[in-house]
């Protein structure tokens, strides 16, 4: 079994920042891409950005240079800083990641953690 931990989120002004991060462990041998994603209220989850194991990165439009993510493989972590965040961006956050235990490559998630921009 695998479990992803995530930490971080929280209430933020508009226009301020936050770091999420997300810790896996359990049976692991590999990790490859890991994400996050983010469903509001009423609305689908959707990808906010992804990491590869080498460092290639994805965005949505939405977070561009406002959002980075980035990892820590020796420590199976992803984090996510974030900044200049709106109203627009609160939702809950989600961890995902590809992992192998050497005979499998299942998807994780995480439970969630909620991030509130508002004044």
């Known amino acids: 079994q695998v479990q992803l931990v995530e930490s971080g989120g929280g209430l933020v002004q508009p226009g301020g920042s936050l770091r999420l991060s997300c810790a896996a462990s359990g049976s692991i041998i590999s990790i490859g891409v890991m994400g996050w994603y983010r469903q509001a209220p009423g609305k689908q989850r959707e990808l906010v950005a992804t990491?590869?194991?080498?460092?290639?990165?994805n965005y949505a439009d939405s977070v561009k240079g406002r959002f980075s993510i980035s990892r820590d493989n020796a420590r199976n972590t992803v984090y996510l800083q974030m900044s200049g965040l709106k109203p627009e961006d609160t939702a809950v956050y989600y961890c995902n990641a590809h992992v192998s235990n050497g005979i499998y490559l299942m998807s994780y998630w995480g439970q969630g953690t909620q991030v509130t921009a508002s004044s």
């Open positions: 990491v590869t194991s080498g460092g290639s990165t």
